[in-house]
C-alpha cells in the first residue's frame, strides 16, 4: 500500500509564499512521477507541476515562472516553492504519484487572502 502525506498549506497574503511537502511511504522500488495538482471550488482537478524520476518537469501554465517543483528520489518526497501567490492560486492542493498506479494525498488547503 502507498500513502502520500502532504504538509505547508496555509493562508498568505497575495504577493506571498509558501512551500509545500509531500512524503511516499510504502513498498516499492521507485517512484515514475511524482508531481501537485489542485482543485478550487467549482473547477476541475488541474495540474500544478510534475517531475519524472529522471528530472523532467512539466508546469501548468497559469504557474510557470512562479511555481518550482523539486523531488528527492532517494528520501520518496516531492516539494513545490509556490512564490509571487495570486488569489486565484487558492484550492486544495494533491500530492501524486504513478506508481503501480496512480495515487493521491489527501489534499492540503492552500488560501491565498488579504
Known amino acids: 500500500q502507498v500513502q502520500l502525506v502532504e504538509s505547508g498549506g496555509g493562508l498568505v497574503q497575495p504577493g506571498g509564499s509558501l512551500r509545500l511537502s509531500c512524503a511516499a511511504s510504502?513498498?516499492?522500488?521507485?517512484?515514475?512521477?511524482m508531481g501537485w495538482y489542485r482543485q478550487a471550488p467549482g473547477k476541475q482537478r488541474e495540474l500544478v507541476a510534475r517531475?519524472?524520476?529522471?528530472?523532467?518537469?512539466n508546469y501548468g501554465d497559469t504557474v510557470k515562472g512562479r511555481f518550482t517543483i523539486s523531488r528527492d528520489n532517494a528520501k520518496n518526497t516531492v516539494n513545490l516553492q509556490m512564490n509571487s501567490l495570486k488569489p486565484e492560486d487558492t484550492a486544495v492542493y494533491y500530492c501524486?504519484?504513478?506508481?503501480?498506479?496512480?495515487?493521491w494525498g489527501q489534499g492540503t488547503q492552500v488560501t491565498v487572502s488579504s
Open positions: 501524486y504519484a504513478r506508481i503501480y498506479d496512480d495515487y
Open positions: 510504502g513498498i516499492f522500488s521507485s517512484i515514475a512521477v
Open positions: 517531475m519524472t524520476y529522471g528530472g523532467s518537469k
